[in-house]
């Protein structure tokens, strides 16, 4: 009897520890991320309250502003440079380097992902830019060159001169099998599959696959689309929808089939800057990677919200004063795209957005009050309600 309840005590011992273990998280792989690349992605999602709780519905932000480069621009930097490695155009401490024409987040996490990998790297972007950007470029260790706006038909286009410059530091060679690499994000297709193989699928785990409907923006359609054919692969009656800044075309392209202008004939290369105080997203050109969300049959949206710069800015105000979340333009103008399908759908249904990056880069535009009165002509602050936006 005496042996009996010993092991019985053991073994009650043993549950014990376990569950004090598990409890205290002490259990399973140690959790350390490999280097900064390890903390790139796996991004929470975020129920939003206030959203949430006005329309009935379970509103989700993919928290992406949680990435160590600020954005969910560190998914593709991670992914286009692993790829080029794969391919065998970049490896790491041989004198490589890493050109991309950028004037936002892209550059910054290529920036990070060249430090953490061992390559050069080398952003050129307009010289209307925020300093600010430039100067968080140059702490990670890249170098800037900031040249004069122009249309990307023009050569001396920011985008066409990163481009030219890796031609030429590849042309150089360099010895010891140093390489200029091109990271092109408009145009390359790995943009969206980085999305469909990461952003994708964790929102299809982490939401046991209930998801009503899925709400983004696109800057290069690189993660609407990728996330898009992903949901619409895996679960049934998924539907996508664009948030459109004002002044972009993308919407009119699919909501009415409307074409740009001049743009589609010509392919994908013509760049016209879109009217909005939103940055990094709108379109008035067919990137590659938006042009995924057209496929030979139908198209991956089944609908487009156009978002005024006014709410959008008063929708950010809204979430940090009722949720405590300080998001930048593009997460704002997701959240009232979200606001408007949830109520469309109606209660118990769930929608998922993304929160693309935090307002701290947005200082001084998006959140500056004075820059957004002189922009529209009004001063802008939360609404008492969301029954304000419409
Ligand atoms: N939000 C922010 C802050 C961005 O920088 C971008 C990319 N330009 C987007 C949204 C849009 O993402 P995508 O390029 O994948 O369309």
Redesign the pocket.
Same mark, same amino acid.
Request: aromatic share 6%; proline share 4%.
């Given at each position: 009897v005496a042996a009996v309840s010993a092991a019985a005590g053991a073994a009650c011992y043993r549950w014990y520890e376990r569950w004090r273990a598990a409890q205290a998280g002490e259990e399973g792989e140690a959790e350390v991320a490999a280097g900064v690349a390890g903390l790139i992605g796996n991004t929470p999602l975020v129920r939003i309250n206030s959203l949430s709780e006005a329309t009935g519905c379970e509103v989700l932000g993919k928290a992406e502003f949680l990435n160590p480069g600020g954005?969910?621009?560190d998914r593709i930097a991670l992914f286009l440079v692993e790829q080029a490695e794969r391919a065998g155009r970049l490896a790491p401490r041989t004198g490589s380097c890493i050109f991309e024409g950028t004037s936002?987040?892209?550059g910054i996490s290529l920036a990070m992902v060249a430090r953490a990998k061992g390559y050069l790297c080398h952003i050129v972007m307009p010289s209307d830019q925020a300093v600010e950007k430039a100067q968080l470029l140059e702490r990670y260790g890249a170098t800037v060159e900031r040249v004069e706006p122009r249309p990307i038909v023009d050569r001396d286009n920011f985008v066409n001169v990163a481009r030219r410059r890796a031609a030429e530091f590849g042309g150089r060679g360099g010895g010891g099998g140093a390489r200029g690499f091109f990271a092109d994000?408009f145009e390359t297709p790995l943009?969206a599959e980085a999305?469909y193989r990461t952003t994708g699928p964790e929102i299809v785990r982490q939401t046991r696959g209930r998801v009503d409907a899925f709400v983004h =923006?696109?800057?290069?359609?690189?993660?609407?689309a990728g996330v898009a054919r992903c949901l619409k692969e895996r679960v049934p009656g998924v539907r996508c929808f664009l948030a459109d800044p004002q002044g972009s075309g993308l919407a009119n392209r699919v909501n009415h089939g409307v074409l740009f202008a001049d743009t589609e004939r010509e392919g994908t290369r013509r760049r016209q800057q879109v009217d909005s105080l939103v940055?990094?997203?709108g379109l008035n050109r067919l990137t590659r990677?938006a042009a995924a969300l057209f496929p030979a049959r139908g198209c991956l949206l089944d609908g487009a919200e156009t978002v005024s710069d006014r709410d959008a800015a008063r929708m950010a105000r809204w979430l940090v004063a009722r949720d405590g979340l300080f998001v =930048?333009s593009?997460s704002a103008l997701n959240c009232v795209a979200a606001l408007r399908v949830a109520r469309r759908l109606g209660p118990g249904h769930t929608v998922v957005t993304v929160l693309?990056?935090g307002g701290q880069r947005h200082l001084t535009r998006f959140w500056s009050d004075a820059a957004v009165a002189a922009r529209l002509g009004a001063p802008v602050a939360a609404p008492a309600s969301l029954a304000e936006f419409d």
């Amino acid at each position: 009897v005496a042996a009996v309840s010993a092991a019985a005590g053991a073994a009650c011992y043993r549950w014990y520890e376990r569950w004090r273990a598990a409890q205290a998280g002490e259990e399973g792989e140690a959790e350390v991320a490999a280097g900064v690349a390890g903390l790139i992605g796996n991004t929470p999602l975020v129920r939003i309250n206030s959203l949430s709780e006005a329309t009935g519905c379970e509103v989700l932000g993919k928290a992406e502003f949680l990435n160590p480069g600020g954005s969910s621009k560190d998914r593709i930097a991670l992914f286009l440079v692993e790829q080029a490695e794969r391919a065998g155009r970049l490896a790491p401490r041989t004198g490589s380097c890493i050109f991309e024409g950028t004037s936002g987040s892209t550059g910054i996490s290529l920036a990070m992902v060249a430090r953490a990998k061992g390559y050069l790297c080398h952003i050129v972007m307009p010289s209307d830019q925020a300093v600010e950007k430039a100067q968080l470029l140059e702490r990670y260790g890249a170098t800037v060159e900031r040249v004069e706006p122009r249309p990307i038909v023009d050569r001396d286009n920011f985008v066409n001169v990163a481009r030219r410059r890796a031609a030429e530091f590849g042309g150089r060679g360099g010895g010891g099998g140093a390489r200029g690499f091109f990271a092109d994000q408009f145009e390359t297709p790995l943009n969206a599959e980085a999305h469909y193989r990461t952003t994708g699928p964790e929102i299809v785990r982490q939401t046991r696959g209930r998801v009503d409907a899925f709400v983004h =923006g696109a800057g290069t359609g690189g993660t609407i689309a990728g996330v898009a054919r992903c949901l619409k692969e895996r679960v049934p009656g998924v539907r996508c929808f664009l948030a459109d800044p004002q002044g972009s075309g993308l919407a009119n392209r699919v909501n009415h089939g409307v074409l740009f202008a001049d743009t589609e004939r010509e392919g994908t290369r013509r760049r016209q800057q879109v009217d909005s105080l939103v940055e990094g997203v709108g379109l008035n050109r067919l990137t590659r990677n938006a042009a995924a969300l057209f496929p030979a049959r139908g198209c991956l949206l089944d609908g487009a919200e156009t978002v005024s710069d006014r709410d959008a800015a008063r929708m950010a105000r809204w979430l940090v004063a009722r949720d405590g979340l300080f998001v =930048g333009s593009s997460s704002a103008l997701n959240c009232v795209a979200a606001l408007r399908v949830a109520r469309r759908l109606g209660p118990g249904h769930t929608v998922v957005t993304v929160l693309a990056d935090g307002g701290q880069r947005h200082l001084t535009r998006f959140w500056s009050d004075a820059a957004v009165a002189a922009r529209l002509g009004a001063p802008v602050a939360a609404p008492a309600s969301l029954a304000e936006f419409d």
